[in-house]
T-cell receptor, first 115, second 112 residues
C-alpha cells in the first residue's frame, strides 16, 4: 500500500507565483487534512475535508484553497505565494465514524520555499 | 480553544533507560488522543491512539495513558534504544473529528 502520497517533495517559488500541492491516498479514508509545520511550532490545520465535495477551513486558511472531487485526492493550491508561506506542508487522511476512530496517516511532506 | 503542551521540549537519556513523555491539554472534551513519532525530514507516524473512553493503550515497549479529567497523557517508553531517537508529538481531537490540535513535540535523544 502506498498510503498517503504527496508531490512534489521540494519546491522553490518566487513571490506571487502559484502552485498546487498534490495529495492522494489509497486507503479509502473519508477524512483528509492539510497542515503546515513551521520550525518550533506544532502542526497547524489549513483545510480539511470530511468527504468528496465537502471542504472547510481550519486554523490558518488564508492564502490557500482546496478541492475534493474524489475520495482519493485532496490538492492544496497557493494562488499568490508569499514569504510567510514558506513551510513544510503535510497531507493526512483518516477514517472517522461512529465508534471507529482510526489514526491519521501522514504523507512525507512538501518542503516549500518562497523567495 | 484547545491548547496542547508538551514538556520537556528536549530530552536526552542513556540507552536502556525507561522514560516518560508528558502531554497536557486544556479542554477535556476530547474524542481521542494520539501519539506520533516524527523522524527528521519525514512525516508523522502514528504510534498509539487512545479513544476518549479508554485509559491506556500499549504497543510493544510503548504505553500511553490518558486522564481526561486532569487533561493529561503520558507516553512511557521502556528500555529505550538509540533507534527511539526522534521527535514525539501528542495530538488531541476535540470539537469535531476534524479538529486535531498538536503539541510542539518532545525531541528525544537516546545515547548509546
Amino acid at each position: 500500500n502506498a498510503g498517503v502520497t504527496q508531490t512534489p517533495k521540494f519546491r522553490i517559488l518566487k513571490i506571487g507565483q502559484s502552485m498546487t500541492l498534490q495529495c492522494t491516498q489509497d486507503m479509502n479514508h473519508n477524512y483528509m487534512y492539510w497542515y503546515r509545520q513551521d520550525p518550533g511550532m506544532g502542526l497547524k490545520l489549513i483545510y480539511y475535508s470530511v468527504g468528496a465535495g465537502i471542504t472547510d477551513k481550519g486554523e490558518v486558511p488564508n492564502g490557500y484553497n482546496v478541492s475534493r472531487s474524489t475520495t482519493e485526492d485532496f490538492p492544496l493550491r497557493l494562488e499568490l505565494a508569499a514569504p510567510s508561506q514558506t513551510s513544510v506542508y503535510f497531507c493526512a487522511s483518516s477514517y472517522s465514524g461512529q465508534g471507529a476512530d482510526k489514526p491519521q496517516h501522514f504523507g512525507d511532506g512538501t518542503r516549500l520555499s518562497i523567495l | 480553544k484547545q491548547e496542547v503542551t508538551q514538556i520537556p521540549a528536549a530530552l536526552s537519556v542513556p540507552e536502556g533507560e525507561n522514560l516518560v513523555l508528558n502531554c497536557s491539554f486544556t479542554d477535556s472534551a476530547i474524542y481521542n488522543l494520539q501519539w506520533f513519532r516524527q523522524d527528521p525530514g519525514k512525516g508523522l507516524t502514528s504510534l498509539l491512539l487512545i479513544q476518549s473512553s479508554q485509559r491506556e493503550q500499549t504497543s510493544g515497549r510503548l504505553n500511553a495513558s490518558l486522564d481526561k479529567s486532569s487533561g493529561r497523557s503520558t507516553l512511557y517508553i521502556a528500555a529505550s534504544q538509540p533507534g527511539d531517537s526522534a521527535t514525539y508529538l501528542c495530538a488531541v481531537t476535540s470539537g469535531g473529528y476534524q479538529k486535531v490540535t498538536f503539541g510542539t513535540g518532545t525531541k528525544l535523544q537516546v545515547i548509546p
